[in-house]
C-alpha cells in the first residue's frame, strides 16, 4: 500500500506591526502549532496590500496603532478589495476604534496583553466563520450597541471612505475595483437607508453609529 506523503495543509499568517519583539514573540508561538505558517511580516502598513496580490495569505494580524496611517484604513483596503481574514492585534485601549475595526469586517480583536492562547483561539475561529472577542477586550467592547443593519465588507469599506470624503473613483483604486462596482454598492446603501444621496448615506451611518 503506497503511503500518503501529501504535507497537511498550513494556514498562511501575515503579521502587520511595528514592533520587532511582536515579530518574533508571533514567528515562536506559530512555530508551536504546526497547522500555522508565518509567510511574512511588515513593519509598514502601506506594503499590506502588495504582499496580500504577490502570494496567498489566509489571515492578517493587524495592529491598529501602526505610525503614518490609521490601521483602520489598512483594514477597510485589504478586507474591502480582498474579502481577507483580519484579526486586531493591539495594545490599543481606544474600544470606540476596536468596535469599528470589528463593524468594518475585522473577524476578531485580541489584546497585546493576553495570553498568547487567545491568538491561536482567535485564528481558529476566524478560520471557522466565527468572530473571537478576547478576555482582555470583552468589557471594554460591551458597552457598545450591535447594528441592526446589515453591510458586507466591502459595503462597510465604501461606507468608510464615502465618510471620508472620497470619490467613486478614488474608492475604486484603494479597493482594486471597478467604479461601476462601486456605484452598484453605493446605491445598495442608499436602498439599506433609504435615503436620497452619498450625503445622506453618511448622516444616516453616523446616526446609526456604523461610523
Request: proline share 7%; no cysteine.
Given at each position: 500500500m503506497a503511503c500518503d506523503t501529501t504535507a497537511p495543509h498550513r494556514h498562511?499568517?501575515?503579521?502587520?506591526?511595528?514592533?520587532?519583539?511582536?515579530?518574533?514573540?508571533?514567528?515562536?508561538?506559530?512555530?508551536?502549532?504546526?497547522?500555522?505558517?508565518?509567510?511574512g511580516a511588515l513593519d509598514r502598513c502601506e506594503i499590506t496590500t502588495a504582499f496580500i496580490r504577490s502570494q496567498p495569505v489566509d489571515i492578517v494580524l493587524l495592529d491598529l496603532n501602526m505610525p503614518e496611517v490609521r490601521g483602520v484604513d489598512v483594514l477597510a483596503d485589504i478586507v474591502g478589495a480582498h474579502d481577507m481574514t483580519v484579526i486586531v492585534l493591539t495594545g490599543e485601549t481606544q474600544f470606540g476604534e476596536i468596535d469599528y475595526a470589528l463593524k468594518l469586517g475585522a473577524r476578531g480583536v485580541v489584546s497585546k496583553g493576553d495570553p498568547p492562547e487567545e491568538i491561536i483561539a482567535a485564528c481558529e475561529a476566524a478560520l471557522a466563520g466565527d468572530i473571537y472577542i478576547s478576555s482582555g477586550m470583552r468589557d471594554g467592547l460591551a458597552a457598545f450597541e450591535q447594528i441592526a443593519v446589515s453591510l458586507s465588507a466591502r459595503q462597510m469599506a465604501i461606507l468608510h471612505y464615502l465618510a471620508q470624503g472620497e470619490s467613486n473613483k478614488e474608492i475604486a483604486y484603494r479597493l482594486s475595483i471597478a467604479q461601476p462596482t462601486v456605484s452598484f454598492h453605493i446605491g445598495e446603501l442608499r436602498r439599506k437607508f433609504n435615503v436620497p444621496n452619498n450625503r445622506k448615506i453618511v448622516e444616516h451611518a453616523r446616526t446609526l453609529k456604523l461610523i
Open positions: 498562511k499568517i501575515l503579521i502587520v506591526d511595528d514592533h520587532p519583539l511582536t515579530h518574533g514573540g508571533l514567528r515562536l508561538l506559530f512555530s508551536q502549532h504546526p497547522q500555522f505558517e508565518v509567510v
